[in-house]
């Protein structure tokens, strides 16, 4: 022990260079921090010490960005998010129920499946309180339906054709069995009452089908030929209204 400790203080007390690369280090000198003499402050080489003159670096913002502020009220509605549009809803509505209106191509051609939905669901409801639970027979018939008119309609339309927008446009002609089925919970259609209803919602459906498939997928003159299986497929829903 006693060679190690000259040793120690030896190698604390010199300085060092590193000749290969022609710089020299800064050490840093030992002191008794016990001795009354011992400056802290002078324990660092002044010399190593450094400030920086060069200037920060700013971006810089071009005019109008950084001014937009974050309005909470400017965000969509959740419904809006959604695809609900309660005016469109409406319009459509009011579209089927006068097969005579002239139908906004524009709006009918958005894939809007919320009223087809409430009205599916509104057949089914009548016909249970008139005793016949046919949603297995709905919602069957309902996915053939379309199925089928969305391949006819794509072989007769120059037009691409979106099987969303044949589902939303026969769904919201089922309306008119709507009101058939509801007649059903008060009377029996099973008679001549009922083939006149009958045969007033069919032609009811198809026609505002096919008034609204014509205007949608520009098909002028060709409303008779698109009338039959529209005609066709409302007849399957009348049969288990009256049935």
Do not use: R
Request: charged letters at 10%.
């Amino acid at each position: 022990m006693g060679d190690f400790q000259p040793f120690e203080q030896d190698f604390y007390q010199s300085g060092y260079s590193i000749d290969d690369q022609g710089h020299t280090v800064a050490y840093y000198e030992t002191h008794n921090s016990a001795d009354p003499d011992y400056d802290h402050t002078g324990a660092l080489d002044p010399s190593m010490e450094q400030q920086y003159t060069g200037q920060y670096y700013q971006p810089e913002m071009t005019s109008g960005e950084g001014t937009e502020t974050y309005s909470p009220e400017e965000e969509p509605s959740l419904l809006e998010e959604l695809g609900i549009n309660f005016n469109h809803i409406w319009q459509k509505t009011l579209t089927v129920l006068n097969p005579f209106k002239p139908a906004d191509g524009s709006i009918m051609n958005e894939t809007d499946l919320t009223g087809p939905i409430l009205f599916c669901e509104a057949l089914g409801v009548t016909l249970m309180m008139a005793g016949k639970a046919h949603f297995g027979y709905l919602y069957g018939l309902s996915v053939t339906a379309c199925i089928g008119m969305y391949v006819l309609l794509s072989l007769m339309s120059s037009l691409a054709v979106s099987y969303g927008c044949v589902a939303s446009v026969l769904g919201y002609c089922l309306l008119p069995m709507v009101g058939v089925s509801a007649v059903a919970v008060f009377c029996s259609l099973q008679g001549f009452l009922g083939t006149v209803l009958a045969v007033l919602g069919i032609s009811w459906c198809s026609l505002s089908a096919s008034k609204i498939f014509i205007s949608t997928l520009a098909m002028e003159g060709q409303q008779l030929l698109v009338a039959y299986p529209c005609a066709l497929l409302y007849g399957l829903f009348a049969l288990l209204t009256v049935f």
